[in-house]
């Protein structure tokens, strides 16, 4: 949920306070990201994509955030006597959502000249 009111202006980002702070156990992170209806409801994106919280994140002021950027202005404000567009998220607005998360072992890789398999096509072949 939101924490506070924000105005956030048509290309321009924000930081959406959540009112909030976790102290993960070690080893594990949040991810946090939008919900599936933020960018229909705002005209906003996240514009880390996922955000990942780590375990060392625990500091008295390291409430979460959500960064955000405004591409469709929904609301329209008087500013210098000129109208802005953008989009207002309010108090309690419910912007994004997280997962907690074991943190990933480390893993190594192998360089290989071929996987010796056949091609499947990549991105939006299916």
Same mark, same amino acid.
């Given at each position: 949920?939101?924490?506070?009111?924000?105005?956030?202006?048509? =290309?321009?980002?924000?930081?959406?306070?959540?009112?909030?702070?976790?102290?993960?156990?070690?080893?594990?992170?949040?991810?946090?990201?939008?919900?599936?209806?933020?960018? /229909?409801?705002? =005209?906003? %994106?996240?514009?880390?994509?996922?955000?990942?919280?780590? !375990?060392?994140? %625990?500091?008295?002021?390291?409430?979460?955030?959500?960064?955000?950027?405004?591409?469709?202005? /929904?609301?329209?404000?008087?500013?210098?006597?000129?109208?802005? /567009?953008?989009?207002? %998220?309010? /108090? =309690? !607005?419910?912007?994004?959502?997280?997962?907690?998360?074991?943190?990933?072992?480390?893993?190594?890789?192998?360089?290989?000249?071929?996987?010796?398999?056949? !091609?499947? =096509?990549?991105?939006?072949?299916?």
């Amino acid at each position: 949920y939101a924490n506070k009111d924000v105005f956030v202006k048509c =290309g321009e980002r924000a930081m959406v306070p959540l009112g909030f702070a976790l102290e993960l156990p070690e080893g594990w992170e949040g991810h946090l990201a939008p919900r599936s209806s933020t960018f /229909k409801t705002w =005209g906003i %994106i996240q514009t880390n994509s996922v955000g990942v919280v780590d !375990d060392t994140y %625990i500091g008295d002021n390291d409430q979460w955030h959500m960064p955000v950027y405004c591409l469709q202005g /929904k609301d329209i404000e008087s500013e210098n006597e000129e109208e802005v /567009k953008g989009t207002w %998220i309010r /108090k =309690g !607005d419910k912007i994004g959502q997280f997962r907690i998360m074991e943190v990933m072992p480390e893993i190594e890789f192998e360089e290989v000249e071929s996987f010796g398999n056949k !091609d499947r =096509g990549g991105f939006g072949t299916t």
